[in-house]
């Protein structure tokens, strides 16, 4: 009786060539794997062309640094943090918001928004209640399109826009908020829908964390009880993934990292520990790379040159993703704005009891575009978020063609030996 068996019909040089065939398939699918999970991480640039005081200050510098994942619930996040302790000046010379005594509104990002009537007197000018806009600017940095996330200066009508959408839910729905989501706040005194908003950092089922503009006139993290009745919902945007790519709440400790200096002044010393003699002082809002973690919350970086540690308890983590260059969708900053709908709107801070009105425009005042634009002087191709990817798909094809060509002219060879 004849027993057929494949493995008999195969020579030693076939099993040989079916090894290698394997090996150079498994070395291509790693290829592909590690390109397709880095090459949508990329850095954040501008989508405006931002004024000069602020092209000059460390937070233009931040917002050029800041690495970015790709995902916009986690990007606004990190845009939003990139910023703190940007303080609101009180003329445009000081849209470089490193000054700590401002109190006059005028920010690079009513800057992006456009000039408004923030008094009711007829004057239009950058200097009004800027949280809203705050939070419109982080998201256009971001990346975030504005069939997404729209652009208001106004909370009333953002809680609206959302409404509207069927994306707001109250305090008391029982929803828990996301990374990325927009929280809505109201004081007791006021007779509006909503007087100031922030940006979910991440909440740990008990409180909610925040990053939030012109809060005590600049912008800083804050955290509240989820019951807290100063919050009165959340809006929700239609972003693309349910989860956040980054973890902010940082449930494994520190980790390494982009990460901001949130204190007056932070020792870069020499050792892990207060005892160490401090090389030198690291301002407030400054960002810096976390390359290894100790215990106790120290953290190695390297600052002008300066290697040393630091204590990552004065500091809030930004980002734990590569970096790429991306280009956002561009705008230009509109210079006087026509005010259509009169609404005085309150922003108050939680941290003190400031009253600042505001008149404010029509919805959705910038363009708009839900398209990346190429950029002035340059391909449109080339610096398509996307063209990490085109690089990848050719590589990989060209990989794959070019060992499926080596393989037949192997086989064909041998084929030709054993006639």
């Not at 009180?90 to 401002?102: A, D, I, K, L, P």
């Not at 800057?111 to 419109?136: H, I, M, Q, R, T």
Request: proline share 4%; aromatic share 12%.
């Amino acid at each position: 009786m004849v027993i057929s068996d494949s493995r008999r019909k195969t020579t030693p040089s076939a099993r040989k060539m079916l090894r290698l065939t394997k090996i150079f398939t498994a070395l291509v699918l790693a290829v592909i794997s590690v390109i397709t999970q880095t090459v949508f991480i990329y850095s954040a640039s501008p989508s405006y062309n931002v004024s000069s005081y602020y092209k000059n200050s460390v937070y233009y510098q931040n917002l050029l640094s800041v690495d970015l994942s790709g995902d916009n619930r986690s990007d606004i996040v990190t845009v939003a943090l990139s910023q703190i302790g940007y303080h609101e000046g009180n003329s445009t010379s000081q849209f470089h918001g490193t000054n700590r005594s401002g109190t006059g509104n005028f920010t690079e990002f009513n800057y992006l928004f456009g000039k408004l009537d923030g008094n009711g007197d007829g004057s239009v000018e950058y200097g009004y209640a800027w949280c809203a806009a705050f939070v419109s600017w982080c998201a256009r940095q971001a990346g975030v399109k504005k069939s997404v996330l729209a652009s208001y200066a106004s909370c009333t009508l953002w809680v609206d826009y959302f409404r509207q959408r069927q994306q707001y839910f109250s305090r008391t729905s029982g929803y828990v908020p996301k990374t990325g989501d927009i929280i809505f706040f109201r004081q007791p005194t006021t007779q509006r829908t909503s007087d100031h908003v922030g940006i979910v950092i991440y909440s740990d089922g008990k409180n909610v964390y925040t990053i939030e503009g012109n809060t005590s006139n600049q912008v800083k993290r804050q955290s509240y009880k989820l019951n807290d009745t100063y919050i009165i919902g959340y809006g929700v945007p239609s972003y693309e993934t349910a989860e956040p790519y980054t973890d902010f709440s940082l449930p494994s400790g520190y980790t390494s990292g982009q990460y901001i200096v949130t204190t007056g002044s932070l020792n870069l010393r020499s050792g892990i520990g207060t005892a160490y003699a401090s090389l030198a002082r690291i301002p407030l809002g400054s960002l810096v790379t976390v390359t290894k973690v100790s215990s106790g919350g120290w953290g190695k970086i390297t600052y002008e040159g300066i290697e040393g540690w630091i204590s990552l308890n004065y500091t809030s983590i930004v980002s734990t993703s590569p970096k790429y260059t991306f280009v956002p969708e561009t705008q230009t900053p509109t210079e006087t704005e026509s005010v259509t709908e009169s609404e005085s709107v309150i922003e108050s801070s939680p941290a003190e009891d400031e009253s600042e009105s505001v008149l404010l425009p029509s919805p959705d005042i910038l363009p708009d575009s839900t398209e990346f634009d190429p950029g002035a002087g340059s391909s449109g191709f080339f610096k398509s978020p996307r063209f990490p990817l085109y690089i990848a798909i050719v590589a990989s094809v060209g990989l794959l063609a070019s060992g499926s060509a080596f393989f037949v002219i192997k086989k064909r060879q041998r084929a030709k030996k054993n006639k």
